[in-house]
């Protein structure tokens, strides 16, 4: 992608909401990347693309292995094998395949601390990656960037002036300076309180769709990662689980890890039969989400999320099982109810809807979608 003059983008950012170029292309592509420490597999032959403008998260628990997938796109880390395409362009092959060192690459890096320099203003910081422009360029380059990211009353503060938020908006005002071909973000809002992680997500992804740049973000925060990506990642164990958009990974996860890495889950068991027999009763098969006709008389376990299930009180004799722990969330409760069945799945209520420990229960599947289901372990 031809790069644009500082000139010619200014009008383009007044008026265009996302400025992707091609969205069919492949801006970034990694094939068959292993990564190891010795004995130890930190990446096992992940293989994953990127397309033009795409925001792509990477999501995971602690060592799965997605920071080192990161730093070896970055070029900080080098792969034991597979290769690495950033716009075209082979940065690491296979062997003794070519490796650009991270100044060669036409990437882009916002760290967990944004790494700011303490004695440069903001205008500063944003200008320091310009050295190819001349000054009257890099003047309107940084106003355009100050634009963007709603810093331009902050251009002459320093960093240790501005709050948490102002700073990730300067850290990435000076990475997409250059324009680069793929921007990375290393756990951008792990540094923010809880309130102004929520609002900087927002601002995070509006700010990368109108600068159009190709993003690749990396946490272990689901609930930032549904928010803010076109594309989810899920890693665990060096590898793949399952890729897809916030609302496939979520709605019908591909393996039991990933449903209950997503969320709070719970499994349901049930045997297969001309209908869905469960401890909670018989539901019509249409309630599963894929074909059930091969596990006829088998047992399946589905998954069933706190909002898919009601609890409601009874009598012992007509209870499906016991309240076993509640957890007040603020705006609602979510109870823990062992069934008779031996199943424990959670139900989720309003706040003004109390149940104690110990109370017996009428369970009711109350989901109006379909439901996941994986065989019985």
Known sequence: MAKQKPSQR??????????????????????????????????????LSVKDGELLTLLGPSGCGKTTTLRMIAGLEAPSSGTITIAGETVTGDADGPFKK???????????????????????????GLDELDEVATDARVAELLELVDL????????????????????LARSLAPEPDVLLLDEPFSNLDVRLRVEMR??????????GVTAISVTHDQEEALSISDRVAIMNDGAIAQVGNPGE????????????????????????????????????LELLNGP??????????????????????TSEPKADGYVV????????????????????????????????????????????????WYPAE
């Not at 709605?251 to 209950?260: H, I, K, L, T």
Request: negative net charge.
């Open 292 to 313: 059930i006709e091969a596990y006829d008389g088998a047992m399946i376990d589905v998954l069933v999320r706190p909002d898919d299930l009601q609890a409601m009180p």
């Open 10 to 47: 200014i009008s383009e950012f007044e008026t265009v909401q996302t400025a992707v170029e091609d969205p069919e292309r492949t801006v970034l592509s990694i094939e068959g990347v292993s990564k190891r420490y010795g004995p130890e597999k930190a990446v096992e032959r992940l293989s």
């Open 102 to 128: 991270p100044e060669e690459r036409d990437v882009g890096i916002v760290f967990q601390d944004y790494a700011l320099f303490p004695h440069l203003t903001v205008a500063e910081n944003i200008a320091f």
């Open 325 to 372: 722990h509640r957890q007040y969330n603020g705006p609602n409760f979510i109870y823990r109810v062992e069934l008779h069945s031996g199943d424990v799945v959670h139900c989720m209520h309003n706040h003004v809807e109390t149940f104690e420990a110990g109370q017996p229960v009428a369970v009711d599947l109350a989901a109006d979608h379909e439901l996941a």
């Open 152 to 171: 331009v009353a902050h251009e002459e503060k320093m960093p240790s002036q501005l709050s948490g938020g102002q700073q990730q908006r300067v850290a």
């Open 249 to 284: 990974v979520f709605e019908n996860p591909e393996s039991r890890f990933v449903a209950s890495f997503l969320g709070q889950a719970s499994f349901l068991s049930a045997r297969v039969t001309d209908s869905l027999e469960t401890g909670l009763g018989s539901f019509d």
């Open 202 to 211: 927002e601002e995070v992804r509006r700010i990368l769709k109108r600068a």
